[in-house]
T-cell receptor, first 111, second 111 residues
């Protein structure tokens, strides 16, 4: 079974802090993704990566950056957290042209 | 931005009935289609994949795909209260590893 592990289930941070969300997958998948999910807005893609050190912007990349130094790990960075980044963050991985497998999510609150 | 549209619901059916969930997509070259189930507070889990026109059955679930009409549906037979969840339709953007999600249909199965 595919396992995608997100480092934190709940996180509370202050406005202006730099925030790191970590994600690790154990299936040697090529692709990794970061989504955020908000009521009424559905799942929105922030960034994805199709190879080590490769990244591509999704639909809402502003205020975020990512890092993929190793194939199994994909980090989402909030450079300077703001209250409008309070959300559920979901990491996912997939093989080529295959469905996504999601982690358990990180509920981030920025105060 | 390629779009995936779902009826937002909520959809309410009695226990034992057939629940029918519908999805349309705008990208004509999409080749991969998925249905995810998401319980409140949890991450999405894959329940069906479909890649070619026609029906695909898995237990009580049947996915139907009509590429000419750009339409994919999910039927749940003998609906159970445990099927109460939000169902997300997802479509691979043509030529990309990006998965575009609909906003989901909330299903309630009443005992």
């Amino acid at each position: 079974d595919v396992k995608v592990t997100q480092s934190s289930r709940y996180l509370v941070k202050r406005t202006g802090e730099k925030v790191f969300l970590e994600c690790v997958q154990d299936m040697d998948h090529e692709n990794m993704f970061w989504y955020r999910q908000d009521p009424g807005l559905g799942l929105r893609l922030i960034y994805f990566s199709y190879d080590v050190k490769m990244k591509e912007k999704g639909d809402i990349p502003e205020g975020y950056s990512v890092s993929r130094e190793k194939k199994e790990r994909f980090s989402l960075i909030l450079e300077s957290a703001s209250t409008n980044q309070t959300s559920m963050y979901l990491c996912a991985s997939s093989d080529l042209r295959s469905p996504l497998h999601f982690g358990n999510g990180t509920r981030l609150t920025v105060t | 931005q390629k779009e995936v549209e779902q009826n937002s619901g909520p959809l309410s059916v009695p226990e034992g009935a057939i629940a029918s969930l519908n999805c349309t997509y705008s990208d004509r070259v999409s080749q991969s289609f998925f249905w995810y189930r998401q319980y409140s507070g949890k991450s999405p889990e894959l329940i069906m994949s479909i890649y070619s026109n026609g029906d695909k059955e898995d237990g009580r679930f049947t996915a139907q795909l009509n590429k000419a009409s750009q339409y994919v549906s999910l039927l749940i037979r003998d609906s159970q209260p445990s099927d109460s969840a939000t169902y997300l339709c997802a479509v691979h953007q043509g030529g990309s590893e990006k998965l575009v999600f609909g906003k989901g249909t909330k299903l309630t199965v009443n005992p």
